[in-house]
């Protein structure tokens, strides 16, 4: 009896991982629902880009030029290290002076495997999504990859208390 329990649950295991694995190569950025961009221009002060960002509860905003077509992004990390971190005044530095140039942005049609390779490799929390003319269209950040991932796991991991630990069905027990 044990080995068809064993088998029955490592076939169940084998389902669930070849399900992961499936929807990390196969998923698009889409499936993670981004949220709208803030996008302000390089003119635009840090105040009014942090007042947007806690206003909007977002991590960062896009900045444009004229034609609304992607020329940086400022984040709260950017708040902390090139503002704060240099005695800028936040409400006469412009985004301009402190934002990341020509960020990569991808697009709604990436692999979400890839803005996980992104975040890994490169560190970013935040990326543009951006449109075939480089307009912004939406952004997708760590917190949108760890809730869709969330999404992957067996309904047991998500429901653990601190500590607990799965059972394994090979172990036996007196209950």
Known sequence: MAGEFEDEYSATIDDDLRETRGALFDD?????SPAEPICLSET????EAIQ??????QAGVLVTDGSGRLTGIFTERDVLTRVLGKNLEARRTPLADVMTRSPEALTARDRVAYAVHCMSVAGYRTIPLVDPDSRPIGIVTVNDVIRWLAGLFPEEVLNLRPGDTLKKP?????G
Do not use: Y
Not at 44 to 47: D, F, K, S
Not at 52 to 57: A, F, I, P, Q, V
């Open 28 to 32: 698009t950025i889409a499936v993670l």
């Open 44 to 47: 635009a002060t840090v105040h």
């Open 52 to 57: 947007c960002m806690l206003s909007l509860r």
């Open 170 to 174: 090979q172990d036996v027990d007196a």
